[in-house]
Structure formats: C-alpha cells, structure tokens
C-alpha cells in the first residue's frame, strides 16, 4: 500500500511541532533538532517538516511505496509520460535510507517516489535539489521540453 509524502519548510521547528501534534492528535515519531515527521494512518501519510530550506512553504510532495517493485512501476509510469526522472540509489536524506525516483510536474513541483529500507543517524544530503534545479532551468530555457538533468539546450 502506498502513502502519500509532505515535506514542509518551517521557520519554527518548535512551534510546527505542537501545531501539528495538535493537528493530527499524535506525537511526532521522529524528531531532530532540525526535522520531524508523522507516519500517520489516519490520513495515510509521511507528513515531514524542516528547517533546512531557503524558505517555508511546501518544499516537496511524493509517494512512498513498500517494495522496489512498487518504486520502479512509479518511475516507468513517468517515464512513459514522457517526463525524465532523477534516480537516487541508496541516498541519505531525512534521517533514512531509500532508493528514489524524483520528477518536476508541468507546474514546477517536485515530486519524489522512494522506498525506505533503513534508518540514518544524519539528515543526509539532497543530491537530488540540485539534479532537479538543473532539470528545471532547462525546462524553462527551452520551452517546456523535457530534458534529461544531465543534458542542456542553453
């Protein structure tokens, strides 16, 4: 089964975490000094929030899935529509291990589709905000066709 992902900038790590705890009626299950996040089941989410962007705000939305079977069918389903993904393999980020597959929408948001297999004692690196922003500058400099992060038509 699937879960739906937020991640969300927040200015206040603090004050965040007892408005949501408020919200959703439930202690967070995993807090850091800069991070904290919600595997809740009621909604079916991985509700995660940060201190580590630029500015606040929805920072990425995605799907988390069970199985490598699962995250591959997500990205071929891209792929197929035309869309170039970012694949990650075995990243750090969040405090957790997991492969991804990323994508920017038409509307500019990105998207992530992972599967966790295990924990990480720091936050990692987001290889892929910067894989992305590439993707996004050339999306932008050529029309809206689709590139590769990789290439350049600028």
Not at 23 to 45: H, I
Not at 98 to 108: F, H, I, L, Q, Y
Not at 112 to 137: I, K, L, R, W
């Amino acid at each position: 089964m699937k879960r739906m992902h937020l991640h969300v900038s927040v200015p206040d790590l603090a004050q965040s975490i007892r408005f949501y705890e408020t919200l959703f009626g439930a202690p967070a299950t995993v807090v850091k000094d800069d991070y904290a996040k919600w595997m809740l089941d009621d909604p079916r989410v991985n509700f995660a929030i940060s201190q580590r962007a630029a500015r606040a705000g929805v920072d990425h939305v995605g799907i988390q899935v069970e199985s490598q079977d699962e995250l591959a069918e997500l990205a071929d389903r891209l792929k197929a529509a035309g869309e170039n993904t970012f694949d990650e393999e075995g990243a750090t980020c969040c405090y957790a291990r997991s492969d991804k597959s990323w994508v920017t929408d038409p509307s500019g948001v990105r998207w992530e589709t992972f599967h966790t297999f295990g924990e990480a004692v720091t936050y990692g690196e987001d290889t892929a905000e910067a894989a992305m922003a590439v993707s996004d500058q050339t999306r932008a400099c050529c029309g809206g066709a689709a590139k590769s992060a990789a290439s350049s038509c600028c």
